[in-house]
Nanobody, 121 residues
Framework: QVQLVESGGGLVQAGGSLRLSCVAS????????MGWYRQAPGKQRELVAS???????NYADSVKGRFTISRDNAKRTVYLQMNSLKVEDTAVYSC???????????????WGRGTQVTVSS
């Protein structure tokens, strides 16, 4: 069974920083793309940043220059360094990964349960 577990969320003042981590564990053959999504109250979930297995990154326009996504393949972990946080960054941040559990199977999407990030003014 595959699990994605996020950590690192919390309460921070505007202008501050947080670093989120997401560790994948369980029956994993390979991990392809990994990413971070967020959902604020009353809003749709949106992609924040993603990173391919080869390290190519993609960011939402709203976080470019402030957030950095990275991964450690040996640790099966993806990180999101968030700097210059704004009140509008407040949301539940969830980790997503495309994981293959066996050479017999295709990649499938897996999600973590999310971690709350609250930015105060």
């Amino acid at each position: 069974q595959v699990q994605l577990v996020e950590s690192g969320g919390g309460l921070v003042q505007a202008g501050g920083s947080l670093r989120l981590s997401c560790v994948a564990s369980g029956n994993i053959f390979d991990i392809d793309d990994m990413g971070w999504y967020r959902q604020a109250p009353g809003k749709q979930r949106e992609l924040v940043a993603s990173i391919t297995g080869g390290g190519i990154t993609n960011y939402a326009d709203s976080v470019k220059g402030r957030f950095t996504i990275s991964r450690d393949n040996a640790k099966r972990t993806v990180y999101l360094q968030m700097n210059s946080l704004k009140v509008e960054d407040t949301a539940v941040y969830s980790c997503n990964a495309e994981i293959r559990i066996s050479w017999r199977y295709q990649y499938a999407d897996f999600w973590g349960r999310g971690t709350q990030v609250t930015v105060s003014s």
